[in-house]
């Protein structure tokens, strides 16, 4: 494991060497500054990691960079974070895309002053259509078949097992979150194939709070056998339910997306079958790496860059943590 630990950061070097063979030395002297905008912020273990992608692409380009958003969840406030995004008449501007309409502003703006935009983490669910953002493309998972593959996998633990799914629920923590829709209708549509219910539950992000609305729903759906969190605090949610209930590890068929110590606890536990990685390290550092190699060079990739859906189980996880402890995973 040692060795897998060691790739990582000399697959990062090899990519700058190719950044700085394209000129980086001069741009460093040009005061280059980017901007990441984004819904979630440095009190969630998920973006945490991002953010490290991010710091670790700028100190390689030796660019000013800024992370704006608030510390937890603030879809709203994006719009106020674009402002500022282009105070600093920057070079280039990731910024997710929970919902087009908050940022559209913004992201108009920076295409009439010829400043690149690249969405990460979260996708403009109108791209390719009339009303898509004027971006360029999307460093992130594809959240549709990440919510596939956990369905998917459900299915195929009770089958093993000589079980049944019996009825399905897919929370929500962040209502209107257009990748949390995504994961949800992934998880619905093998549902929907086989003949098997599924509800949506709105909770929050707040685990005390889900733990209370999971034990009011499973009191009310006793039948119901599979559930889909979406993230690491709802994950703390669902643990803390189980506990407080005494159910059985394994008595729920459990999956959840994105990582956490927590969640590996419960992988080992068996309190979750899996959950999907979507590697936010590289979401932060590509995009900061490619608003780099389009703002200087206009260069860019054939399409979308996906990095996930990536499956984390019994069978990876403890070489994941090893990894998540250098901050990357």
Known sequence: MKRITRLL???????????????????????????????????????????????????????????LSEPDYGLEQMAGWWDAALALNPDGVGTTVPDPEVIRSGVERAAELGIP???????????????????LFYVGANEFTGGVSNARR??????????????????IQEQGHSGLEARCAGVESVFDEMGVPIQRLNITNNPEETAGILSDFFAANADTNAIFMLGPQPSSGLNLYIQE????????????????????????????????????????????MWLYLNSQFELAPGGDIFTGP????????????ELTAGGYR
């Open 154 to 171: 459900v299915f195929a633990e009770a089958a093993a097992d000589g079980a049944e799914v019996t009825g399905g629920v897919c929370t």
């Open 9 to 67: 950061p000399v697959a990062l070097l090899i990519l700058g060497i190719f950044v700085v063979s394209l000129g980086v030395v001069g741009a460093q002297d040009d005061g280059l500054t980017f901007a990441m905008v984004s819904h979630g912020g440095a009190s969630n273990p998920f973006w945490i990691v991002v953010m490290k992608g991010q710091e670790d692409a700028c100190a390689l380009l030796g660019a000013e960079c800024q992370w």
């Open 117 to 135: 935009v690249i969405v990460f983490n979260t996708a403009d669910p109108n791209a390719g259509l009339e009303g898509a953002l004027p971006t």
């Open 310 to 321: 990536g499956v984390i189980d019994l069978g990876n996880v403890e070489a994941i943590i």
């Open 245 to 288: 209930s005494g159910r059985a590890a394994g008595e729920l068929y459990a999956t959840s997306h994105d990582t956490s110590a927590e969640i590996y606890q419960m992988i080992q536990d068996g309190n979750l079958l899996q959950t999907i990685d979507q590697q936010p390290y590289l979401q932060g550092f590509q995009t900061i």
